[in-house]
């Protein structure tokens, strides 16, 4: 047991920062989280938990404490394409209800094969909902308030300086691990001499340069919002490049635009702005402006070393077409908070954290270049006067650009191979069984029990799903009559290495992992399989171990 303050500091309260923490708290690790900030985000920011997060999310069991918040259980989740919110449809991506998503994904009809779909739900109201479920966690102690100002090392770990801002006090804290998760500008990441590499900013007519984000309210009506409910309405018009989100499926909106080169954010009237994506005036109550810069694909040369590591927009930054910014660094958490629990609880082998970046580094520059598409896809073309006009020109320029439109529509939004297909190709930490890799389609999943993917998702007879039977650890899954596993569960006692057994007793399960058995990692990879096990069971377990 360490003798430090806490086994592991969190710089950081957003998403991937609340994440961190909750992974940790599941392995048993204690940890401090500060914040700068006082409170969760107070201002809409991702609108997409992608199926993946979700997942993750239900291992803690919060997700359908999620799936309660954002937009309304029966709210359409299409996306539509519009010249002006009382102009022209263009195009119309329609998608399910959050409910019906649901049921589709129990039928097993939807495009995602998992327990847990996307969802749209706002970024603040997750944030609030990981910040309530962090709070009530015995090891977790969270600091909101605090700031972390400086770091360095110390015999076996780091200590940190830490300002409460409510009272200037500063005070020290030690810990056997840093995790930098404290967004974009990471104060750990410039600390650490870390540089981002790839494109910053780079500008396109929507999505791309200087944007405004403006949270407002507005009573939601046909004087100004005559296109059928949908989550997202892009307007594609020859003055104005913007995106209106649905926040709470009622009154409250936000409207992403691309502020004019060389214009003042300062001197740009919201209202006026609303009204224009309209066609007309609305009465619009501004809850809170925000600028913002998109075309950003941006990834951290590092994601850390020794005694610490970064996580989330800390170690890539992403343009949010395609929804992969906040939902990537879920999935790093989770990489990294296994890893750093393994070493705390003493288990891990010395190369394990470094696998971190090893497995994640490459996902995030993959999710990086999906995303990049989407806004090159989605940004980089003009629009004629032409589009808004009653004649056959116009009609026929609005089926043009809506063709364009509809196939971008379901390539940003439809994306099971991006969510679900992330496998660690050719981690030190996976046993490789030789069988070649399935294509990293980013529209077509193909469920694979292929060392380093995701463990496939089954549903059950009982109803439950067969990752609602994974550990904290490692999950032996036995998948026919009794092979025996008793040298490979030997092995990984005498290492203190977790794992439960489970046998499904599904012939389903056997078809699908083409195995009798296999291994499934902390965070749902699956690290082994084969029909027996190893000759050497120590070799396979200091294998997953990062010995
Ligand atoms: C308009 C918009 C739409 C988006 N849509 C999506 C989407 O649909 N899907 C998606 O996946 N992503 C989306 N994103 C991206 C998403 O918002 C970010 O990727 C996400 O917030 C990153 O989370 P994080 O926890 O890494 O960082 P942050 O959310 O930035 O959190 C970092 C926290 O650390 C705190 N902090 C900073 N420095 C310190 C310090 N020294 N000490 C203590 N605390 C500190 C900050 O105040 C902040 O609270 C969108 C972004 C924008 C701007």
């Given at each position: 047991?360490?003798?430090?303050?806490?086994?592991?500091?969190?710089?950081?309260?957003?998403?991937?920062?609340?994440?961190?923490?909750?992974?940790?708290?599941?392995?048993?690790?204690?940890?401090?989280?500060?914040?700068?900030?006082?409170?969760?985000?107070?201002?809409?920011?991702?609108?997409?938990?992608?199926?993946?997060?979700?997942?993750?999310?239900?291992?803690?069991?919060?997700?359908?404490?999620?799936?309660?918040?954002?937009?309304?259980?029966?709210?359409?989740?299409?996306?539509?394409?519009?010249?002006?919110?009382?102009?022209?449809?263009?195009?119309?991506?329609?998608?399910?209800?959050?409910?019906?998503?649901?049921?589709?994904?129990?039928?097993?009809?939807?495009?995602?094969?998992?327990?847990?779909?996307?969802?749209?739900?706002?970024?603040?109201?997750?944030?609030?909902?990981?910040?309530?479920?962090?709070?009530?966690?015995?090891?977790?102690?969270?600091?909101?308030?605090?700031?972390?100002?400086?770091?360095?090392?110390?015999?076996?770990?780091?200590?940190?300086?830490?300002?409460?801002?409510?009272?200037?006090?500063?005070?020290?804290?030690?810990?056997?691990?840093?995790?930098?998760?404290?967004?974009?500008?990471?104060?750990?990441?410039?600390?650490?001499?870390?540089?981002?590499?790839?494109?910053?900013?780079?500008?396109?007519?929507?999505?791309?340069?200087?944007?405004?984000?403006?949270?407002?309210?507005?009573?939601?009506?046909?004087?100004?919002?005559?296109?059928?409910?949908?989550?997202?309405?892009?307007?594609?018009?020859?003055?104005?490049?913007?995106?209106?989100?649905?926040?709470?499926?009622?009154?409250?909106?936000?409207?992403?635009?691309?502020?004019?080169?060389?214009?003042?954010?300062?001197?740009?009237?919201?209202?006026?702005?609303?009204?224009?994506?309209?066609?007309?005036?609305?009465?619009?109550?501004?809850?809170?402006?925000?600028?913002?810069?998109?075309?950003?694909?941006?990834?951290?040369?590092?994601?850390?070393?020794?005694?610490?590591?970064?996580?989330?927009?800390?170690?890539?930054?992403?343009?949010?077409?395609?929804?992969?910014?906040?939902?990537?660094?879920?999935?790093?958490?989770?990489?990294?908070?296994?890893?750093?629990?393994?070493?705390?609880?003493?288990?891990?082998?010395p190369n394990l954290i470094a696998?971190?970046?090893?497995?994640?580094?490459?996902?995030?520059?993959?999710?990086?270049?999906?995303?990049?598409?989407?806004?090159?896809?989605?940004?980089?073309?003009?629009?004629?006067?032409?589009?808004?006009?009653?004649?056959?020109?116009?009609?026929?320029?609005?089926?043009?650009?809506?063709?364009?439109?509809?196939?971008?529509?379901?390539?940003?939004?439809?994306?099971?191979?991006?969510?679900?297909?992330?496998?660690?190709?050719?981690?030190?930490?996976?046993?490789?069984?030789?069988?070649?890799?399935?294509?990293?389609?980013?529209?077509?999943?193909?469920?694979?029990?292929?060392?380093?993917?995701?463990?496939?998702?089954?549903?059950?007879?009982?109803?439950?799903?067969?990752?609602?039977?994974?550990?904290?650890?490692?999950?032996?899954?036995?998948?026919?009559?009794?092979?025996?596993?008793?040298?490979?569960?030997?092995?990984?006692?005498?290492?203190?290495?977790?794992?439960?057994?489970?046998?499904?007793?599904?012939?389903?399960?056997?078809?699908?992992?083409?195995?009798?058995?296999?291994?499934?990692?902390?965070?749902?990879?699956?690290?082994?399989?084969?029909?027996?096990?190893?000759?050497?069971?120590?070799a396979l377990i200091d294998r997953?171990?990062?010995?």
């Amino acid at each position: 047991m360490s003798s430090f303050d806490t086994q592991v500091l969190i710089a950081g309260g957003g998403p991937v920062g609340l994440t961190v923490a909750l992974e940790l708290a599941r392995h048993g690790v204690r940890c401090i989280l500060v914040n700068d900030q006082r409170e969760t985000a107070l201002h809409p920011k991702a609108n997409a938990i992608n199926a993946r997060s979700m997942e993750h999310f239900r291992r803690h069991g919060i997700s359908t404490k999620i799936r309660a918040a954002g937009l309304p259980a029966d709210y359409p989740t299409d996306v539509t394409y519009v010249t002006r919110l009382t102009g022209f449809e263009m195009a119309r991506l329609s998608m399910p209800t959050s409910s019906d998503a649901v049921d589709q994904a129990k039928a097993g009809s939807g495009p995602y094969d998992c327990a847990e779909p996307p969802h749209r739900c706002n970024q603040m109201y997750l944030e609030a909902i990981l910040h309530e479920a962090t709070v009530a966690h015995a090891l977790i102690d969270v600091r909101f308030g605090h700031r972390l100002e400086a770091f360095g090392d110390v015999d076996g770990g780091v200590i940190a300086t830490v300002r409460n801002l409510a009272n200037d006090q500063v005070y020290d804290v030690c810990a056997d691990y840093l995790v930098g998760a404290d967004g974009g500008r990471s104060y750990v990441r410039r600390q650490l001499g870390v540089l981002y590499d790839g494109e910053g900013g780079v500008v396109r007519q929507m999505m791309g340069g200087a944007m405004l984000a403006t949270y407002f309210r507005a009573p939601r009506d046909r004087t100004w919002l005559q296109i059928a409910p949908s989550w997202q309405y892009w307007i594609v018009s020859p003055d104005l490049r913007a995106l209106l989100l649905s926040v709470d499926g009622g009154d409250q909106f936000v409207l992403l635009s691309r502020i004019p080169d060389g214009a003042d954010v300062d001197t740009i009237d919201d209202v006026e702005l609303i009204s224009r994506a309209a066609g007309v005036p609305v009465e619009a109550e501004i809850i809170l402006r925000q600028p913002w810069t998109a075309g950003h694909a941006l990834l951290a040369q590092s994601f850390g070393r020794d005694r610490v590591w970064l996580a989330g927009d800390a170690a890539h930054l992403f343009t949010p077409t395609g929804g992969l910014g906040m939902n990537t660094g879920i999935d790093d958490g989770v990489n990294l908070a296994w890893k750093l629990a393994a070493a705390v609880n003493g288990w891990g082998g010395p190369n394990l954290i470094a696998t971190y970046e090893t497995d994640r580094r490459p996902i995030g520059e993959r999710n990086l270049a999906f995303a990049k598409s989407f806004a090159e896809s989605i940004g980089t073309f003009d629009v004629s006067a032409e589009v808004e006009r009653g004649s056959a020109a116009g009609q026929t320029e609005r089926q043009r650009l809506g063709a364009h439109l509809a196939d971008h529509g379901w390539r940003e939004f439809i994306i099971p191979g991006i969510v679900l297909g992330v496998r660690y190709e050719g981690s030190p930490i996976i046993w490789p069984d030789g069988t070649p890799p399935t294509s990293d389609d980013p529209y077509n999943y193909i469920p694979t029990a292929r060392p380093g993917s995701r463990a496939p998702h089954v549903w059950l007879d009982d109803g439950s799903a067969l990752c609602d039977h994974f550990g904290a650890g490692f999950t032996l899954l036995r998948l026919a009559m009794d092979p025996p596993v008793d040298d490979l569960l030997l092995a990984a006692h005498e290492r203190g290495v977790p794992v439960i057994v489970f046998a499904p007793g599904s012939d389903v399960v056997r078809e699908r992992y083409e195995a009798d058995l296999a291994l499934v990692g902390p965070d749902g990879h699956v690290v082994w399989r084969g029909n027996e096990t190893p000759t050497d069971c120590g070799a396979l377990i200091d294998r997953i171990r990062g010995a």
